[in-house]
């Protein structure tokens, strides 16, 4: 067990790959794929109820589940009963910090660090079992954000389910940053780590009090970044060195109803960190009910076509469908246990 993990925080599609495969080509630490533990059961936890060891042993066996299942496969498979009977606490916060200290077993190194942007929402119950934990917030520009959603496999694909989104995650990224000491928080601004990767490295060394290393810079050439790019087009950049001028991209790329969709419901926290409007004047002063519901069927419709390609492209399809339903499986059975179960109806 380690008091001092590392966790990468902020809103998908900001360079938390990049970030991630950098760390983890570091001698002493490791950075796993994550398999996204909380995002999925963060909200399902409760439904377990009463954490009895028979209990505790299920949820378990859920988490193990999944984690045995990433679309992203990691090189061990987790034993639901060992991760019970190794977790320092009975909660979900235990369960996945011993499959993290597992791989942190397999990889040799020193210290876990963990990719999944999500747990942004989980702060608090982080701090509750860690000692001293260190957070990286990775923050890109919501325009940009945007332009590489659209075509993403994993995220939001409509401008404005992406705003939102990097609206609230930004402000619980400033809400953590208020409440946490100075050495447990560090923003990292995606256009810095691209345009400055040795300086911008540096500093986040200096702040996890670890050495910077040459190699940190060729992470694209490990077999990590190789693995990765070759399995999603979502992630195809991973093997590629740092692209410099992969900013500013939304001009190009985003219309001009877009930009002003966007710089409506993010434009007063573009000056937060340090971004400025594009456009000088803006046409909307609503957002009606209506126009959601067009939002929410354009997205759909563009999710359908990304996915169509998807089904072509990435080797890893098979392993998203499979992740679907197992979640939704997951979901069924947490229905289950906060409906029926006092009627004796077991959710297996």
């Not at 009895?52 to 987790?78: A, G, M, Q, T, Y």
């Not at 979900?92 to 929402?121: A, Q, V």
């Not at 910077?212 to 990590?224: G, I, P, S």
Request: charged share 30%.
């Amino acid at each position: 067990m380690i008091d001092n993990p590392i966790f990468i925080i902020g809103t998908e599609r900001s360079g938390s790959n990049l970030l991630r495969l950098i760390l983890n080509t570091h001698s002493e630490i490791c950075v796993p794929h994550p398999p996204h533990i909380f995002n999925y059961f963060g909200k399902l936890y409760g439904s377990y109820h009463d954490l009895n060891e028979i209990i505790f042993k299920k949820l378990s066996r859920d988490v193990c589940l999944l984690v045995n299942n990433h679309i992203h496969p990691w090189e061990i498979k987790v034993k639901s009963d060992s991760i019970a009977e190794k977790s320092r606490s009975r909660s979900l916060y235990g369960i996945y910090e011993t499959i993290y200290d597992e791989y942190l077993n397999y990889s040799g190194k020193k210290r876990w660090g963990c990719k999944s942007t999500f747990m942004i929402e989980y702060i608090d119950e982080i701090c509750k079992h860690v000692k001293e934990p260190k957070f990286l917030w990775l923050i890109r520009d919501v325009r940009d954000v945007a332009v590489s959603s659209k075509k993403s496999v994993f995220n939001p694909n409509h401008p404005y389910f992406v705003s939102k989104l990097w609206n609230e995650q930004q402000e619980l990224g400033l809400a953590a940053e208020k409440k946490l000491p100075e050495d447990q928080i560090l923003r990292v601004k995606y256009e810095d780590l691209i345009a400055k990767p040795h300086d911008t490295i540096q500093k986040i060394t200096d702040f996890l009090g670890i050495s910077f290393e040459e190699q940190m810079l060729t992470y694209y050439k490990t077999n990590t970044a190789q693995k990765g790019s070759n399995l999603s087009a979502s992630w195809e950049n991973t093997s590629k060195p740092i692209i410099k001028d992969n900013y500013m991209k939304f001009p190009d790329f985003l219309s001009k109803k877009e930009i002003e969709l966007i710089e409506h419901i993010s434009g007063s926290m573009l000056p937060e960190f340090g971004y400025e409007k594009y456009l000088s004047t803006n046409s909307i002063s609503k957002i009606s009910k209506f126009s959601v519901f067009g939002f929410k069927i354009s997205d759909l419709l563009k999710r359908i076509q990304i996915e169509l390609a998807a089904s072509f492209k990435d080797k890893n399809y098979i392993l998203f469908i499979k992740r679907r339903f197992i979640v939704k499986w997951l979901k069924l059975k947490s229905f289950i246990r906060n409906n029926f179960n006092k009627k004796g109806i077991k959710d297996e």
